[in-house]
């Protein structure tokens, strides 16, 4: 899809999401006691009536374990996001696939993705779904996911590996970001969130204390078991 189409698209979406559930899954630490802890990253995002599983984390049975707990079944999930090809992403895709056999797979075109499922490859920005757009694949490693709501637009992000200028760029295409969900890597350029209204950082992030001691009404704990409603 070239920029003129999708500008088109984008200004087609007139009804945005009013409703959008983050439940994160996998997790460096756990929100909640019962789930269990591990470096890596996934999460599940619920607009409207689908479900999108965004990374599957390290360990496909601790994934499967974390979702059990949560009340998530792995066979009603709709599609997959992976952002990038790094194992602390997409090591629990196997174990995931045994069990949903029908999810469409979203992946970025530096990941072959896995065989005999329906896999989409991005590499440029592209709508994936009814107010749901992937920035396309930033600096030749990651893609991040864009949801529009009635609040902003909100990211979620596996790790950050591109320049957050890129990632805020990229989805800013779709309008204005109220949000930003996920792993924040090295990220330090603090005065970037300035404008943004809710910050979760999340898995690799190594500035949580100073993002959260300048942005304390916007910061907003992560952990396996956290759940985020927009």
Avoid: W
């Avoid at 607009?47 to 049975?61: A, C, Q, Y």
């Avoid at 999340?202 to 078991?225: D, F, M, R």
């Amino acid at each position: 899809m070239n920029q003129e189409a999708l500008r088109q698209a984008i200004e087609k979406e007139r009804t945005k999401i009013k409703k959008m559930k983050v439940t994160i899954i996998y997790d460096n630490e756990a929100y909640k006691k019962e789930l269990k802890a591990d470096f890596g990253f996934s999460c599940l995002v619920e607009v409207e009536n689908t479900k999108i599983l965004f990374d599957t984390g390290t360990n496909g049975s601790i994934l499967l374990s974390n979702m059990e707990k949560l009340n998530i079944d792995p066979s009603s999930i709709d599609e997959v996001f992976i952002s990038h090809a790094h194992h602390d992403h997409v090591g629990g895709l196997p174990d995931f696939l045994k069990v949903n056999k029908t999810a469409k797979i979203y992946v970025p075109s530096s990941f072959a993705g896995p065989a005999g499922r329906e896999v989409i490859t991005i590499k440029r920005p592209r709508k994936i779904y009814q107010n749901i757009f992937s920035t396309g694949e930033l600096d030749n490693i990651e893609q991040s996911m864009t949801v529009k709501t009635q609040k902003g637009l909100v990211i979620i992000a596996g790790c950050s590996h591109p320049k957050m200028e890129h990632i805020l760029g990229a989805a800013s295409q779709y309008g204005k970001v109220y949000a930003i969900i996920g792993g924040l890597h090295g990220f330090n350029d603090f005065d970037l969130f300035k404008d943004l209204e809710l910050i979760c950082p999340a898995h690799c992030t190594q500035h949580t204390s100073e993002i959260k001691s300048l942005y304390p009404e916007k910061y907003v704990e992560a952990g396996a078991g956290k759940i985020i409603q927009l």
